[in-house]
């Protein structure tokens, strides 16, 4: 398992995928840091912030997972992996590692800004921004992080072509990110209770308000395992086809 | 060392392997032959672990493939059709991944240097897969077999894509390697598996066709030499006089009727022996003048036949 993991950490920095996932995740989220902090004045919000990094996440999870099990069946390197003496489990748990490690280390070095900002605005006191909800959306956003990488997983395992699985995980997550969105439009209780619950964005928007929701962090951590275990059921059922 | 018992493999209402047995002791290299789509690779996956079975059984040492995965495996080497390599890599940096992946316990360094120096890669150690030609790839496939040093090593068209120097290279390090280790290759060249098996199974439409040493199957080739005659004259008559002579085992002929050219007669000795001379004095005697006349040498197809024919009488007799 542990080879499986370095080789496929190893593979992002390879192939010019690591390099532009970290660059762009970079960029982005220093971009909607300037716009929603430092450079907007009044209506300057930390919870803006985080409700667009969120977004950020979501757009970048696919360079991470586009080709972790696509780009094994296309190759038949996936052979070589379900032939040795690793069980499938193992397998898949590895290649979510290694997308998860890829994640956490850019998502930290991105929340650099964070507590720089805020040693500086004590000492000068411009605006107020909460510190605890800028530490809870952190947690909230390391297992949104995994929910979609699990789901791209899924996805990357149910095709051999990687432009496929990008833009199948993208839809999958917008659906999934957006589904509340569509309330306000819809005129039927129980309906707009389910699209609530299964929202990614309805659950952040408690961490944005400052409440610490549990519940939606074991969502998000149920979520990315159910993900996981449907993917290793793709690959026993692909044996007994 | 290896064993299969009456194992099935079924798509949906199809079967790609029906009720295959056999069974294969230390050090014995096997050779599945067969044309395409006749279930070699299915079987080979199934021992492999990477496809399960529909009934039956597969028992590697004393694991079962399905009961005992992780036992079984690690006393296999793989090499599937297609060399499973990553391009990014280099070859030392995959040959490292795989001893890993493995679980390998020992000297890896000096293991690797040793599987390196068996297959001749020795000088490619740091170059990218994916500038490596399509031998060389098949060479680092080898390798990634062998590594961890397993007792069964199964290798799925071995020479597919080699030149000819390559290919006598690759013959000899299996033959090198069925010293101490069980090996099973599929292939659809009958040369390579006459000059590297013990054992030949030949499978057919997801049946084993044949199960039989290689000796037997020369003999078998070499038994009967085959001549096509071409012959102007009544057909009866030349047939009724051929199959006359002493040396002739089986006579037959073409459909042509009384053409010009000749008719097509195709005429088998007994025991091999050379009767092109037999034929022309009798033709010579009998005033019907020889056209064309060229030996016929057993192909792999031939064998096949005239194995599947031999099972089936054999299996008349019985009944």
Not at chain 1, 30 to 59: H, P
Not at chain 1, 138 to 156: E, K
């Amino acid at each position: 398992m542990i080879a499986i993991y370095k080789r496929e950490l190893y593979s992002f920095f390879t192939t010019p995928m690591g390099y532009v996932y970290i660059a762009m995740f970079w960029a982005a989220s220093s971009f909607a840091f300037c716009m929603t902090t430092l450079l907007a004045g009044m209506d300057s919000s930390i919870s803006s912030y985080f409700m667009l990094e969120l977004l950020i996440i979501a757009l970048m999870t696919p360079l991470l997972t586009m080709k972790s099990f696509s780009e094994e069946r296309k190759l038949k390197t996936e052979q070589l992996l379900l032939t040795s003496p690793v069980s499938l489990p193992a397998f898949v748990g590895a290649k979510f590692l290694a997308s998860y490690t890829m994640f956490v280390i850019t998502f930290l070095v991105s929340c650099l800004n964070l507590p720089i900002m805020f040693a500086y605005l004590s000492e000068n006191n411009l605006y107020q921004y909460n510190a605890a909800i800028a530490l809870g959306s952190c947690i909230a956003l390391l297992l949104v992080g995994a929910a979609f990488i699990a789901l791209g997983l899924l996805i990357s395992a149910l095709t051999e072509n990687q432009m496929v699985s990008a833009v199948g995980t993208l839809t999958a997550s917008a659906v999934l990110l957006g589904a509340s969105l569509a309330n306000s439009y819809i005129n039927f209780a129980p309906l707009r209770m389910v699209l609530s619950w299964i929202s990614i964005y309805s659950r952040f928007a408690n961490f944005n308000k400052g409440y610490f929701d549990i519940a939606a962090l074991i969502y998000y951590a149920s979520f990315a395992f159910v993900c996981m275990f449907v993917t290793v059921r793709i690959y026993e059922k692909r044996r007994w086809a | 060392m290896l064993k299969v018992e009456n194992l099935v493999k079924k798509y949906g209402e199809k079967y790609a392997v029906n009720d295959v047995s056999f069974e294969i002791g230390d050090g014995e290299i096997v050779g599945f032959l067969g044309p395409n789509g006749a279930g070699k690779t299915t079987v080979m996956n199934i021992i492999t672990g990477y496809l399960s079975y529909t009934s039956g059984s597969c028992t590697v040492d004393v694991f079962e493939i399905l009961e005992n995965p992780t036992e079984a495996k690690k006393l296999i080497g793989y090499l599937p059709d297609q060399p499973p390599l990553y391009p990014e890599m280099t070859v030392q940096e995959y040959l490292n991944f795989v001893f890993e992946l493995k679980g390998c316990t020992f000297n890896r360094k000096k293991h690797i240097m040793e599987v390196c120096e068996v297959t001749k890669i020795v000088d490619m150690r740091d170059r990218l897969i994916r500038n490596l030609s399509k031998g060389y790839c098949q060479r680092v496939g080898i390798a990634q077999a062998l590594i961890g040093n397993p007792k069964v090593i199964i290798l799925d068209e071995p020479t597919v894509g080699l030149d000819p120097k390559q290919m006598i290279e690759v013959r000899n390090l299996i033959r090198s390697l069925g010293r101490d280790h069980t090996v099973i290759l599929s292939t659809h060249v009958l040369s390579e598996v006459q000059a590297v098996c013990d054992r030949i199974i030949i499978m057919n439409k997801g049946r084993i066709a044949a199960d039989e040493r290689t000796e037997r199957l020369t003999e078998l080739m070499s038994g009967t030499r085959r001549l096509q005659v071409k012959i102007a004259g009544n057909k009866k008559a030349i047939l009724d006089s051929i199959s006359a002579l002493d040396c002739v085992s089986y006579v037959e002929a073409g459909k042509d009727m009384n053409s010009a050219d000749g008719i097509t007669f195709k005429i088998e000795s007994k025991n091999g022996a050379d009767i092109r001379k037999e034929i022309f004095e009798l033709c010579a005697k009998n005033n019907t003048p020889i056209m064309g006349m060229e030996t016929v040498t057993s192909s792999l197809e031939d064998v096949f036949l005239n194995l599947t024919k031999e099972i089936a009488r054999k299996k008349g007799k019985n009944r």
